[in-house]
Nanobody, 124 residues
Framework: QVQLVESGGGLVQAGGSLRLSCAAS????????MGWFRQAPGKEREFVAA????????HYADSVKGRFTVSRDNAKGTLYLQMNSLKPEDTALYYC?????????????????WGQGTQVTVSS
């Protein structure tokens, strides 16, 4: 399995931006569909964004569409999430995940490898 480590979280004011990174080790990430999920206190984990193995296909949750951009650099073994126009409701622990599906998927059960998460807090 691939090991994943997220970074880039922090405290930001509403309207601000953050860029999350997810560094992979153990196996090349080009073999995996990659995704971002988040979990706010007291809420279930939810899908945020996903990207196909070679990057041309992406999918976003409606709540982040137009504000967040997922990308990947397979040569560097890194997944990114650029988050703009952040809102207080974006506050959550953000996880990256790797899955073996051929198609982009929004289901957390389709992802076998998970990072430990990075906290994003957006103040109003």
């Amino acid at each position: 399995q691939v090991q994943l480590v997220e970074s880039g979280g922090g405290l930001v004011q509403a309207g601000g931006s953050l860029r999350l990174s997810c560094a992979a080790s153990g196996r090349t990430i080009s073999s995996y569909v990659m995704g971002w999920f988040r979990q706010a206190p007291g809420k279930e984990r939810e899908f945020v964004a996903a990207i196909s193995r070679n990057g041309p296909i992406t999918h976003y949750a409606d709540s982040v569409k137009g504000r967040f951009t997922v990308s990947r650099d397979n040569a560097k073994g890194t997944l990114y999430l650029q988050m703009n126009s952040l809102k207080p409701e974006d506050t959550a622990l953000y996880y990256c995940a790797a899955g073996s599906r051929i198609i982009v998927t929004t289901k957390s059960d389709d992802y076998a490898s998970w990072g430990q998460g990075t906290q994003v807090t957006v103040s109003s």
